[in-house]
Nanobody, 123 residues
Framework: QVQLVESGGGLVQAGGSLRLSCAAS????????MGWFRQAPGKEREFVAA????????YYADSVKGRFTISRDNAKNTVYLQMNSLKPEDTAVYYC????????????????WGQGTQVTVSS
């Protein structure tokens, strides 16, 4: 069982930066692939980024590639999403998710989800 708690969301001007954190419970954190997803009003949940259990592999949606960076600190049971050069279209609720085994870009593959944190980017 894994519990996930996101933090770090807020309101930021276009071009600004935010760092999201996701704190996980448990002692087997490194065995889980981790992902970030987002959901804007009226839209389906969208893949943003994923990272392997060891942190050795990362994956990004084309829409955020070059602007966002996913990382993890397994000693702290925490995964991060550094978001730079934010755009109004990045506005969404951002969710942290954990999957047993390899990281995945498909939301339905994930086993555990956080409650989400709101990111609002003003133009």
């Amino acid at each position: 069982q894994v519990q996930l708690v996101e933090s770090g969301g807020g309101l930021v001007q276009a071009g600004g930066s935010l760092r999201l954190s996701c704190a996980a419970s448990g002692r087997t954190f490194s065995t889980y692939g981790m992902g970030w997803f987002r959901q804007a009003p009226g839209k389906e949940r969208e893949f943003v980024a994923a990272i392997s259990g060891s942190g050795g592999r990362t994956y990004y949606a084309d829409s955020v590639k070059g602007r966002f960076t996913i990382s993890r600190d397994n000693a702290k049971n925490t995964v991060y999403l550094q978001m730079n050069s934010l755009k109004p279209e990045d506005t969404a609720v951002y969710y942290c998710a954990a999957v047993r085994g390899p990281s995945n870009f498909i939301a339905r593959a994930y086993d555990y989800w956080g409650q989400g944190t709101q990111v609002t980017v003003s133009s």
